[in-house]
């Protein structure tokens, strides 16, 4: 009741290496080590050879084109066609070149901070905050802060292996309790959207299954997706049924002009 500012953590992951897939980049620089020879690279490219041989940009636009499967099925073929996720993706290799012969977790930290979650830095806990008439600190996105954390080697962000947030953790052990330093990420959306979901599974299925949706949705892609957002740990389905929900919500109060549905 007497808190009105409060400190909150946004950026910190994109810069001191908090997500569990970010391990990835550097087995795979490890990996390139290994492979005495270069391609070009390019989108028609098998996923292994992209990743072992092509250059960073195409390992970070194939990344991009992996996570967007999900939306891939849920909309109608000629519309995802003509939405153009190449083009996005590309765009996501250009950002991830700016690195300059940096390595490979640093193209992809960056691309996360400047494409992938733009809107969860500052945008969302304002939001947050503003709803709650608390005012929101992040300290992270100090400029100095961000400078010094893309001076850092990628071995002080992130292990090979699950092991993330390496230089910041060890900074911080002694003035945080151990609990919270080497507990489990919490998911910022997926796990609660995986509870979410499941509280509305039966007006989900309604809405999906039988209830009429905008024409640039594919009912069976639309079915497929809720089936594997209920049942599995892989969050771009839960993002993919998140679209499908906004995007039947939105067409059927502005478009169809009726009421939304209960």
Same mark, same amino acid.
């Given at each position: 009741r007497h808190v009105t500012v409060v400190l !909150?953590? @946004?950026?910190? !992951?994109?810069?001191? +290496?908090g997500y569990t897939s970010y391990p990835l980049y550097r087995r795979l620089e490890l +990996?390139?080590? %290994?492979?005495?020879?270069?391609?070009?690279?390019? %989108? @028609?490219?098998p996923r292994w050879l992209a990743f072992l041989t092509g250059p960073a940009e195409i390992?970070? +636009?194939?990344m991009y084109r992996d996570r967007v499967v999900g939306l891939s099925k849920i909309f109608d073929a000629g519309f995802f066609n003509r939405a153009d996720s190449t083009r996005a993706a590309r765009r996501q290799g250009e950002i991830f070149s700016e690195v300059n012969g940096g390595s490979l977790l640093s193209g992809a930290l960056l691309t996360d901070l400047l494409y992938n979650h733009y809107h969860n830095v500052s945008m969302l806990a304002d939001r947050a905050g503003l709803g709650n008439s608390l005012e929101i600190r992040s300290p992270f996105i100090d400029h100095r802060l961000a400078e010094f +954390? /893309? @001076?850092?080697p990628g071995a002080w962000k992130a292990g090979l292996w699950r092991e993330t947030r390496v230089f910041l953790?060890?900074?911080?052990?002694?003035?945080?309790? !151990?609990?919270n330093l080497d507990r489990k990420k919490l998911g910022f959306g997926h796990e609660t959207s995986r509870v979410v979901f499941k509280l509305w599974e039966?007006?989900? =299925? =309604?809405?999906?299954?039988?209830?009429?949706?905008?024409?640039?949705? /594919?009912?069976a892609g639309v079915k497929e997706a809720l089936e594997l957002a209920l049942r599995t740990e892989a969050s771009s389905w839960t993002h993919a049924l998140w679209f499908a929900l906004g995007v039947t919500l939105w067409w059927t109060k502005?478009?169809?002009?009726?009421?939304?549905?209960?």
């Open positions: !909150d953590g @946004s950026a910190g !992951d994109e810069l001191f +290496a +990996a390139r080590k %290994f492979v005495p020879f270069r391609t070009n690279g390019n %989108f @028609s490219d390992i970070q +636009a194939r +954390a /893309a @001076s850092l953790k060890k900074a911080l052990r002694g003035y945080l309790p !151990d609990e039966p007006r989900l =299925r =309604r809405m999906f299954e039988t209830g009429p949706l905008p024409p640039m949705l /594919a009912r502005f478009v169809r002009k009726e009421e939304m549905p209960e």
